[in-house]
């Protein structure tokens, strides 16, 4: 019999803060094979931020167009932004048999369940509620009132992680970094 070919959909989530981009990073520094996802977003570019690498960057009507034309495997409103995952790029790798990162938000995390219940949901969690603050806030790349609305979304957040398959508290980016690695089956 021939063995099974199961390909990994890993989808990371997790408040803002929390150090998700800087674990995957990391992550990908150590392991440049691994491939993660690029999402569509209305939101602005911050500093250092590059079209087709941390995002595409689309105005409303061309995220719209996604949608109206089905190109978002799922979507989701996150403190006043559109996110959505490009769907043709996913199933082409999960098809090869690659495993595949989403970096994407509770409410993300949750249509992915429901359309690929074969995924494995991972939530990254800060140490505390003062240190996640405190990295919000020291990342110094968002407005005290759009800190103010993504700190709200933390607090819905860090209540459904008992939704999550995995808990892996950012204490250490490499730790972390490792542990994401193992669950993704890289190492
Ligand atoms: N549902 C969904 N959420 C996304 C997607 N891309 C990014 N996000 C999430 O949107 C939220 C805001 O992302 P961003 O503005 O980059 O802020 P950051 O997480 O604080 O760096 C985070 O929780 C991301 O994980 C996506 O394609 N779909
Ligand atoms: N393990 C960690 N210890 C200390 N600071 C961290 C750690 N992980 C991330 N950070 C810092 O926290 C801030 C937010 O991290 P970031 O990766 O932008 O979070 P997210 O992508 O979850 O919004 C950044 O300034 C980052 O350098």
Redo the contacts with the bound molecule.
């Keep these: 019999m021939a063995a099974e070919v199961r390909p990994r959909l890993t989808v990371?989530?997790?408040?803002?803060?929390v150090g998700?981009?800087t674990v995957v990073a990391h992550m990908r520094k150590v392991h440049p094979e691994v491939w993660l996802?690029v999402?569509?977003?209305t939101?602005k570019p911050r500093p250092g931020e590059r079209h087709g690498v941390?995002?595409f960057f689309v105005n409303d009507d061309e995220f719209d167009k996604l949608i109206a034309n089905g190109e978002?495997l799922?979507?989701?409103e996150?403190?006043g932004?559109r996110?959505?995952?490009p769907r043709g790029a996913v199933l082409e790798r999960l098809e090869n048999g690659e495993p595949v990162l989403?970096?994407?938000?509770?409410?993300?995390?949750r249509?992915v369940r429901e359309s690929m219940p074969e995924a494995q949901l991972v939530f990254l969690a800060p140490p505390s509620w003062e240190e996640l603050v405190r990295r919000?806030t020291g990342?110094g790349?968002?407005s005290a009132e759009v800190i103010e609305r993504?700190l709200g979304?933390a607090k819905i957040?860090l209540a459904a992680e008992s939704e999550f398959d995995v808990t892996l508290v950012n204490t250490s980016v490499e730790d972390v970094a490792r542990e994401l690695l193992a669950l993704m089956e890289v190492v």
């Design positions: 990371l989530s997790g408040p803002s803060g998700k981009s996802s999402s569509a977003t939101r941390q995002y978002l799922e979507w989701a996150f403190a932004n996110y959505g995952t989403l970096e994407i938000d509770l409410q993300g995390a249509l919000l990342r790349t968002e993504r979304a957040e």
